[in-house]
């Protein structure tokens, strides 16, 4: 990217400024692959790449397939002697119980199941008409904002390292099992990486814009 | 990339731009046409929400140390850990690789956070001596991590959905997880309240210096 001396007149739409620094530029998008950084704050301002749309669409799909089905499986089972107990993710969530607790319990549901879902079903509502070349959905613009909104607080990989560190806590005190919902939770982590590495924001917004 | 004297910001340019979708706007603008976010050249308040979440997230923080974050009851025993003391006890163990992990998940990563967090609320004040660029990396390492805090949270949970053996054992969550909770997300509200491009823009305080410098080099 290369600094510019804006000329009064000059078409702003042409225009880009760096959200983390407020450098301006003249937006000139690279070839796929190629990505545009911020010259000051090295923040990463365009990144386009082929077929991004219908990958994260794939993906957006598989995140809320996964994380509906690992909510209802059992997620780990523990045994020791006779006796065992098997917990699904739904069940960790609400095992804040009383009072203040509740509270916290519905966040911990929103942060590990709800809102990585919402913003799936969001990115695939703003994505579909987009890449089949339709005209954007009705408040697809309002849809974007929010799940970007949303991003930080989509913690469903956090979630994924949680267990490995629950298992070797609880490991000497009883025998553990990996259940279903373990592996489509590992999955998810994964996915979660690809599809923030996919998404060119810039690339959203002006098609949204048409 | 560096060119040197060819940067400029909108702001500099008599522009505002929209942080959610970096478009530019003509200053005065409030409400970004292409994307609705609402825009503003600099939040002026923003430090003061950066200070205020600070200030609620650091109190919150104080009883997730010391208050019980999980008491476990088993045939034999009945005992109440707080976070430190939970790892302290799995290293005991000889389980390093997890006390480790949560000392610096729910301890250093915590302390640190609201250490940086302060030092560039203030450096925007008050200028400071580490390079632009270093504070805006910092700033991003502070965004990035502070999500990852919750960790602790997540794994009283897990454990004491799990460890429900009538007689045999139960794990039931200890007040510090509430606390905990609380403190991840006014620190992650108060990291997220700082602007950045504050960073950026030059400091009143080098300000002040070079017009005295030439001030000085005048009556000289």
Known sequence: ?210 | MEIPGGVRSAREAGLVACQRCTRVWPAGTEVCDRCGHTIESRDHLALQKVWAWWVVGLACYVPANVLPMLSTRTLVIQQENTIVGGAVELAEHGNWGVAIVILVASVLIPMGKFAVIAALAMSVRHGSSMSRIRRQQLYEVVEYIGRWSMIDVFVVALLSSLVQLGALAAIVPGPASLYFALSVIFTMLSAQSFDSRMIWDPDAVVDKQARAAELRNRAG
């Open chain 1, 1 to 210: 990217m290369h600094p510019t001396t804006p000329i009064p007149g000059e078409d702003l739409a042409d225009l880009i400024a760096c959200p983390k620094c407020d450098a301006l530029y003249k937006a000139s998008e690279p070839a796929s692959m190629e990505r545009a950084v911020c010259a000051r704050c090295h923040t990463v301002l365009i990144a386009p790449r082929k077929g991004a749309g219908m990958r994260l669409i794939a993906v957006s799909l598989t995140v809320v397939i996964l994380v509906v089905a690992a909510t209802l499986f059992p997620f780990l089972t523990i045994r020791i002697g006779g006796a065992s107990h098997s917990s699904s993710v739904l069940d960790a969530a609400l095992s804040f119980q009383g009072g203040l607790f509740f509270a916290l319990a519905l966040a911990v549901a929103a942060l590990i199941v709800f809102i990585p879902v919402l913003r799936a079903l969001l990115m695939l509502y703003v994505l579909v008409p987009i890449v089949f070349d339709r005209p954007p959905a009705r408040g697809a613009k309002a849809a974007f904002r929010m799940s970007e909104d949303l991003r930080p607080w989509s913690m469903a990989e956090i979630f994924a390292i949680g267990c490995a560190v629950a298992l070797v806590k609880v490991a000497d005190l009883a025998q553990v099992e990996f259940g279903p919902a373990f592996y489509m939770f590992s999955v998810l982590v994964v996915l979660v990486i690809v599809q923030d590495s996919f998404l060119c924001r810039y690339s959203v917004w002006k098609s949204l814009e048409a």
